[in-house]
């Protein structure tokens, strides 16, 4: 289980990262490796760089955890390392390799791959075999950062998606969007949570929900943060947007 609305499990391969942009700034993922790592949790007792990383958050792989999915009995949508980047540039191109055939040899489960590193990602695109049941994105936080979506056209997956949380200014999806065909086939916008949360402008969400409506695009609105991310709700305009793409099994 997991408290990420829009998947229903999560895999992590590999665990730490460090912060690229604006949108990394109050990363969730940071603060809970420096918890789990007070713990004594064996995956997160590797330091990253304090200057962009943190305690416990330095970028490991994990072989042993690559069993995981198939053991899981029932399928599921699984969300591929939420504590980490798996096209970070200290993760080999042999172990996504490796990722990427777990993620095909279990067909039953439908993978989600999110990244902030979309040129890396694109880059390796032709070497890598993409499984059918692999949705890949990238995160946009703001019209600066929409150059990774450019870049995940670029990148042969069954589903492209967006990830628009923390959502910090406005984004135009035209460049991108393509009328659902080919381009962009799904959208995710929330915002920030935590105790420095960055407040989201209700503009900024239904610029992205007309926008996917109008180009027939599934949109999913996660939250509108706060303190605790449920502190402010879920429903836009009275709405709960709970869309997604087609799931092929």
């Known amino acids: 289980m997991t408290g990420i609305e829009w998947t229903e499990a999560t895999w992590n391969p590999v665990t730490g990262c460090d912060r690229v942009s604006a949108g990394c700034d109050h990363c969730y993922a940071l603060t ?47 969300f591929v390392n939420s504590m980490s980047d798996l096209f970070h540039a200290r993760v080999p191109e042999s172990f996504i390799t490796e990722v990427f055939e777990v993620i095909d040899s279990t067909p039953q489960h439908t993978y989600q791959v999110l990244t902030k590193r979309a040129l890396r990602a694109c880059r390796l695109a032709d070497r890598l075999a993409w499984p059918p049941n692999l949705w890949m994105g990238v995160s946009v936080e703001d019209q600066n950062t929409l150059d990774r979506a450019r870049h995940l056209l670029e990148i042969p997956a069954a589903v492209r998606f967006l990830s628009c949380e923390p959502l ?22 929330g915002g920030e949570s935590g105790p420095a949360a960055r407040p989201i402008r209700p503009e900024w969400a239904r610029a992205l929900r007309d926008q996917c409506g109008a180009a027939g695009i599934p949109f999913f609105f996660k ?21 997604y793409p087609v799931r092929q099994r």
């Open 32 to 78: 809970m490796a420096k918890r789990l790592k007070a713990m004594g949790a064996e995956k997160y007792q590797n330091d990253g760089d304090p200057r962009t990383s943190g305690p416990g958050f330095g970028v490991t792989m994990h072989p042993a955890a690559l069993e995981i999915p198939r053991r899981w009995r029932t399928p599921k949508v699984v």
């Open 168 to 189: 910090l200014g406005s984004v135009d999806l035209s460049a991108v969007a393509n009328n659902g065909t080919g381009g962009i086939g799904w959208v995710i916008a």
């Open 223 to 243: 939250q509108w943060g706060g303190r605790t991310p449920k502190q402010n709700g879920r429903h836009l305009d009275g709405v709960i947007w709970n869309q």
